[in-house]
């Protein structure tokens, strides 16, 4: 009764965020003196602050339309290259610039939608043509189009990568780590005509054992039954995916905020603080942080429960138990592929070490094919969003692809 108990709180709160949405903009035309205007600016940040810790459930856009390269700037034209029921390929084309590097960014499935990554992806649209795996939120696809597990999002990546076609390169982003060295490790055993000529993994947890994290901790401290048992909900009758076994959006996003709550409490207060003072410029970051941070996505149940259990739990891939859909995962079938590892040094999701395993694990890799990077004095989400990760990681990478290409 979990989403349901959500929803229906969702639906008596709807009436007084409708209300504030309406008056604050009305609190603050001057022809309206009722109040005096300290007063007013007061409310109508209240009313902000209640809009702003609206949870919702929709992608927000990703508001990338040009970009600047070569000295020049470049319209960005958003375009769908492939679909699925769960996920759309999303292409940042610029029809006008020279051809570029195919590079497929594949997204975390962690409760946030894709857009999460739009510093990453614009940063990347400078010098590739980028493609981006545009997860769903899951309560909206039916139950008619089956289920989604782990092995489905590593088959997402191999057809993707075919649709993409020969010559491109793949980079993954925290999560998808693993199912990304997993479908390269599948197509460079079959001799796939678009195994992708490098692989980026940044800071994604390859090795869970290596410095265990809170976050690793968590996934430890409880089997699998009892996540099965608690954290898992049916998508309530009034949504498209209705009957659907979740891991609800709501319930990541509540475990996020309790790990840093005394953060995010003052991030609010001092979001109200900024609008009373008329500090827009700094109400507006803080504006633009939630209201990607509070859009939220369902997991597929089997997708979540099949992520602990192999990845946090049985540590499935590093000791060579991972399998696809029956046939064993071998990173030492990579030969050819150049491997790029990226970690934060003050990650404390995904601590140093647990990316850099990939090194290993694909043995047959050629030395100067490696490489591995720790960028000094960033947390989890300085990796790939940021000054660090446009300025310092990002040529990096630039020049590992472009060696390899």
């Known amino acids: ?3 349901q ?3 229906a709180h969702s639906d008596l709160m709807w009436p007084l965020r409708a209300a504030g949405r309406l008056a604050a903009p009305l609190l603050l035309q001057p022809q309206r003196p009722a109040l005096d205007w300290p007063a007013r600016r007061e409310a109508a940040a209240a009313c902000r602050l209640l809009e702003l810790g609206t949870v919702t459930h929709a992608r927000p856009p990703w508001r990338i339309t040009s970009v600047e390269s070569r000295g020049r700037r470049w319209a960005v034209v958003e375009e769908v290259a492939a679909a699925t029921p769960f996920c759309t390929l999303l292409r940042f084309a610029k029809p006008e610039a020279p051809a570029q590097p195919k590079l497929l960014v594949v997204a975390p499935m962690s409760g ?6 739009r510093d990453t992806v614009r940063t990347l649209a400078q010098d590739h043509e980028v493609y981006v ?3 769903h939120n899951v309560r909206d696809v039916p139950l008619a189009a089956g289920r989604f597990g782990l092995d489905e999002y590593t088959a997402h990546l191999i057809d993707f990568m075919a649709a993409i076609g020969p010559g491109a390169h793949l980079l993954a982003v925290c999560q998808p780590c693993v199912s990304a060295l997993a479908a390269v490790a599948l197509m460079s055993e079959d001799d796939h005509p678009a195994t992708p000529l490098s692989l980026t993994l940044m800071a994604g947890p390859i090795d869970c ?5 809170a976050v690793n901790a968590l996934a430890t401290g409880k089997s699998i039954q009892w996540f099965e048992k608690n954290l898992i909900s049916h998508v309530p009758w009034r949504h498209r995916g209705a009957g659907r076994r979740v891991y609800p959006g709501f319930v990541q996003l509540s475990a996020f905020i309790g790990m840093n709550k005394e953060r995010h409490i003052n991030a609010f207060r001092e979001y109200y603080r900024h609008l009373v003072e008329d500090e827009f410029d700094k109400a507006e970051v803080t504006r ?5 941070y509070m859009a939220v996505a369902d997991l597929s149940a089997d997708f979540y429960l099949e992520t602990v259990r192999l990845v946090f739990q049985d540590y499935a891939l590093p000791r060579g138990e991972l399998s696809f859909r029956g046939r064993r995962v071998d990173p030492a079938a990579i030969r050819r592929t150049a491997l790029t590892t990226v970690e934060g040094e003050r990650d404390d999701i995904c601590s140093v070490g647990q990316t850099l395993a990939a090194q290993d694990l694909a043995s047959s890799i050629r030395p100067w094919l490696r490489r591995h990077h720790v960028q000094p004095n960033v947390g989890h989400y300085g ?3 940021g000054r660090r990760w446009q ?5 990096l990478l630039r020049d590992m692809i472009g060696l390899s290409g």
Not at 288 to 292: A, G, K, P
């Open 209 to 213: 054992r290596i410095n265990p994290t």
């Open 133 to 135: 795996t545009d997860w």
């Open 383 to 385: 990796v790939f969003s």
């Open 288 to 292: 633009s942080f939630y209201e990607e």
């Open 5 to 7: 108990a959500y929803q």
């Open 391 to 395: 300025q310092q990681i990002y040529p």
């Open 1 to 3: 009764m979990m989403y």
């Open 112 to 117: 946030h939608f894709a857009t999460l990554l």
